[in-house]
């Protein structure tokens, strides 16, 4: 993995997140697998250094997005929002034909989750242990899995409410959606 997404993304982080705990919140993340971990299992980005990649992709659509949220509220949003993830994946092992028709094994991502809190929950949940966030900054991230969110397919309007509510909440889906199906596409 290039060490050049870590850079950036730190770079990002330290010029805009000013508030109390955020040194703290870094180190959480340099001292984690944030910056090795995939980003999947299999779906998106699912090699070594794919979740910080997605952080960036994620933050640079946001940006384009919320022409109205402070620099500081698009990094947290854009950076932060798939934090659930950190110490999420493991590498396992499963027997796979190789080119030559032989059996080997081959490593594979699997999930081993922790935290057991909800995805978007999760993320809010981590951050929040850092960082104070305000009400739309922590119903964009709670929401930004839009209609892949179980309570949202079970029938749950707070999305609706949420999503009209507060803008920021569809562009953070929307920003997470452009980067996952367009930028994150292997060509």
């Known amino acids: 993995m290039s060490n050049n997404y ?6 990002i982080f330290t010029a805009n997140i000013k508030r109390d705990g955020a040194d703290k919140l870094l180190k959480f993340l340099e001292d984690s697998d944030f910056f090795k971990a995939p980003c999947s299992t299999k779906f998106h980005l699912c090699v070594e ?6 952080s960036l992709n994620v933050y640079n659509r946001l940006k384009t997005l919320a022409t109205t949220e402070s620099d500081e509220t698009v990094a947290i949003c854009g950076l932060l929002h798939d934090l659930c993830k950190v110490n999420f994946y ?13 059996w080997e094994k081959v490593p594979y991502y699997t999930v081993e989750d922790k935290l057991c809190y909800g995805h978007g929950e999760g993320s809010v949940f981590l951050i929040s242990k850092f960082i104070s966030l305000t009400m739309e900054e922590a ?22 409410n949420a999503a009209s509510m507060y803008p920021l909440c569809p562009k953070l889906i929307c920003a997470d959606l452009l980067s996952t199906y367009i930028d994150e596409v292997e060509k």
């Open 6 to 11: 870590k850079e950036k993304f730190i770079e």
């Open 49 to 54: 250094g794919g979740l910080v990649r997605h």
């Open 90 to 102: 493991v590498v396992d092992y499963r027997n796979a034909k190789n080119k030559q028709g032989v």
């Open 139 to 160: 119903i964009a991230i709670r929401y930004h899995m839009g209609g892949f969110d179980e309570s949202i397919r079970g029938g749950n309007y707070s999305f609706g």
